[in-house]
């Protein structure tokens, strides 16, 4: 699985990065970013998850993302707070595995 | 807050939040915003130069005769030669990353945008060599608007002009990057020609014509009123989730940027009173400490075992100005009990900075270090008075007279939350 994270820097993302690196697979790829950068990058990616800081962009992302099948959503407030990595891992998780 | 005052505020945040997103989503904004922070390493080099020459410089550090580096003081001078071609020329600079910035939004050659924003730059804001110089008066605070508007105004002809076929075609028998150049002339041609009518044949003096226009945004919109409107703001949208400097940046960058611009090269001038107060991360520093870092202590110290745990997940970050494990973590997200004292010490920490600048007890920043720079070196090195420190322990025993008795009500309830559990 394939996880993109952004926020206005990629910055407070690549904190929880690292947490959920430790609870990922081996051949999963969790990365950080801003949030400018998505269009031009999230076809590398199964699930674009969004700080819910900068969650007014959603709608626009979910229409550029949807039709090459890359799920879009934001991240839960108290999981991104608390830099929760395993609820942020299931959060993409479940949303991969919808289809 | 009762919850019905708490969704009011709510409601109102998230109408004010929905204008600025859509004007921060607007490309030409979007492309000023990353240009301006595509320039960064240039305004990191000047900073670092315009520095050296402030520690080495005797009295330039507001104590008289005093110099940290009085042995570099005979390269004073020269320090500045790499400030005045950076930080300096910021206008300049920023016509070719803006430019650039605004292609890749609309994923074209930012290559070729980036030759657009400089040509029309050096048109539009210089008459061109005179005896074989080439007056710079422009390339910086001045030019800043300039910059702006021709590059994102441009660079959007251009690709307009490469959309509709406006160019000239070779055969495909001719090698693709020799039709690819050639292809450039016809567009580039206009934009030159669009450009030069404006400077040269109207005799249009844009940089004049703009800075007259808004002289007086930039003059009146820097006043602690202001100020203290964009902390509330930036505050109820962070209260409702939202990045809250993301939002409201698009509209203050450009302008605190010319005051940074302008207070740095008053400061390579000589100047003991910059003209300039409102220096987003000079002051910025005074709210974080008055704010987040007292909210930490309090956490820190608290009697609830979950909040010391948010306190010690948030503690690192806060140090390095990260505050979302704060707001969304305890949360501050419609947090009725803590958005009171949130907004108090925003605007009672803003004003103590603002008043201590304004009657120079403390000095004014003339370099904006990374918005990650901890608070204790950021006002230092920003406004290079190492009595600007002062703002620490002012504020934040200011800070925690304020949040004290909120955070306990606060936490009295969480408290009892959690013996309900």
Known sequence: MKILLVCALGCTTSLLVEKMKQVANEDDVVEAQSVTEVKNIYKNYDVVLLGPQVRLQVDDLVKICEKDNVKVDVIDFTAYGRIDGVAVYNQAKKLVEEV | MENKTLDKVTNFAMKIAKPMNKFASIDGVKAVTIGLMNAMPLTMIGSIFILLFVFSTPGQMGIENFALFPFLAGFAPKFLTVFLMTLNFLGFWCSLTI??????????????????????????????????????????????????????????????????????RLPSSVPSYVGKSFGAIVPMLLVAVVSWIIRSVLNLDLVALINLVLS????????????????????????????????????????????????????AAGTMILPHIWIPYTLGAALFVGGFWVLTVLLLTSKAKHLKAIGRVAALPIIFNVQEPLVFGLPLVFNGYLIIPWILSTVVNGLIAWYLSYFNIIGRGFVDPSWATPSFLTLPFSTGDIKSLMLIPICFTVGMIIWFPFFKAFEKAEMAKMDKS
């Open chain 2, 99 to 168: 430019a650039q910035a605004y292609a890749e939004l609309k994923q074209f050659d930012t290559k070729i945008a980036g030759i657009v924003g400089v040509l029309t730059f050096l048109l539009l804001a210089t008459q061109g060599p005179v005896n074989g110089a080439i007056s710079v008066g422009n390339f910086g605070a001045t030019g800043l608007f300039v910059a702006m508007l021709g590059s994102v105004w441009m660079t959007k002809l251009y690709i307009f002009l490469d959309k509709k076929n406006i160019k000239l």
């Open chain 2, 216 to 267: 007086p945004l930039v003059v009146n919109a820097e006043n602690p009123f202001v100020y203290s409107l964009f902390g509330i703001l930036g505050n109820l949208l962070w209260f409702c989730g939202l990045h809250g400097a993301a939002l409201t940046s698009p509209i203050t960058a450009p302008l605190t940027t010319l005051y940074l611009t302008e207070n740095a090269a008053a400061k």
